[in-house]
């Protein structure tokens, strides 16, 4: 095992010791760094226990279901109450399993708009700017969130052609929407690892809702689908196999897995925890070429946040230890270094 460095260090002197082939995987951190009073980043179902905004009934639902996927329970919802019209003559039933989806669907449509900025222009220009430099320093980017912040500074970034970025989408004719193509993706450097609010699994197609087609807000494009029962691409269910479920259905979140778990060089973890219910993609850190492992620490000087730090250390090591294991011909370093000095969002 090579060697673990408990202290942490600057962001610039962790890039110094990286070497030349480095790689980036985001985490919630990365959205609660430039909105920490929107992105606390629970998960959507426990955001609705939070705000009862789903009945006693529904939430039995999700338990007996086995998920967190909105998107199940309202399709099971509407496919019973389907059901339910054809074999009683009373609608009393039927009547309420269609307002307890037609809830459900509100709740994530409301959840999905409170909880996200409406427009690209509440990032200030300065934040733009030491994004897109925090980026450049990466060969490809993956990240663990939904939300639509990356997407928004890649947009700018490709804008001002100060970097070069490909998240594998392309232009079809005449469509208000890009299409991804895995023949046409051969130099995507980009991976939603979890999905995007912006990407709609259409069936045949994998598709990505842009503003610049329609000149229609990213946020009222997505309600607008979720009105019509269209649902975003993205991973929302609890633990960890539950989402690797999720992930091995959907031929691009494949890519982007199989991705990862063929990097090496170094990688940097920014604004995440190491947690379990993301050891699916966590378990391929052990498992690919990585020799380097950097680790963001945030410290604020509390207690809390110091048994938080202890925890990601203690993950951080497991790794280590796993890759050992797996590879011992392909040891790992793991370093920690100084979340705040990366200055991400200035």
């Known amino acids: 095992m090579k060697q673990t460095t408990s202290k942490t260090i600057s962001f610039s002197d962790a890039l110094q010791r990286a070497g030349a082939k480095k790689h980036l995987l985001l985490g919630n951190g990365f959205s609660i760094a430039l909105k920490p009073d929107i992105f606390s980043y629970a998960s959507l179902y426990d955001e609705c226990l939070k705000q009862r905004c789903i009945s006693d009934e529904t939430k039995k639902l999700f338990n007996k279901f086995g998920t967190r996927d909105f998107e199940v329970i309202i399709r099971a919802l509407n496919d019973t109450a389907k059901v339910l019209s054809v074999y009683t003559s009373s609608r009393k039933m039927a009547k309420q399993i269609t307002n307890d989806a037609g809830k459900l669907k509100k709740a994530l449509i409301d959840l999905l708009s409170a909880k996200h900025p409406a427009n690209p222009s509440e990032i200030a220009g300065n934040q733009y700017k030491a994004c897109t430099q925090f980026l450049g320093n990466f060969e490809r980017i993956y990240t663990l969130n939904y939300d639509l912040l990356l997407y ?6 490709l804008e001002n052609k100060e970097v070069k970025y490909d998240d594998g989408f392309r232009y079809g004719d005449g469509q208000d929407y890009v299409v991804w193509h895995p023949e046409e993706a051969k130099s995507q450097n980009i991976y939603y690892l979890h999905g995007a609010l912006h990407l709609f699994d259409a069936g045949e197609e994998i598709k990505k809702f842009t503003w610049i087609n329609t000149g229609i807000r990213l946020i009222e494009q997505i309600r607008g689908e979720l009105n019509k029962n269209n649902f975003p691409l993205f991973v929302a269910e609890g633990t960890s196999s539950e989402k690797m479920t999720k992930i091995n259905h959907s031929q691009y979140l494949g890519r982007g897995i199989r991705s990862f778990a ?5 990688l ?10 993301d050891a699916h993609y966590l378990k391929f850190i052990a498992k690919n070429k990585v020799e380097k492992l950097f680790v963001s620490i945030y410290n604020d000087g509390t207690q809390k946040q110091m048994k938080v730090n202890s925890l990601i250390q203690q993950r951080a090591a497991s790794i280590a230890t796993a890759r050992m294991q797996e590879k011992k011909q392909y040891p790992i370093e793991i370093v920690y270094y100084d979340a705040l000095s990366a200055k991400v969002w200035g």
């Not at 928004?152 to 970034?157: D, E, L, P, R, T």
């Not at 063929?262 to 170094?266: F, R």
């Not at 940097?268 to 219910?277: M, Q």
């Open 152 to 157: 928004w500074v890649v947009m700018k970034a």
């Open 262 to 266: 063929g990097i090496g060089g170094s």
């Open 268 to 277: 940097f973890i920014y604004g995440h925890s190491l947690a379990d219910n």
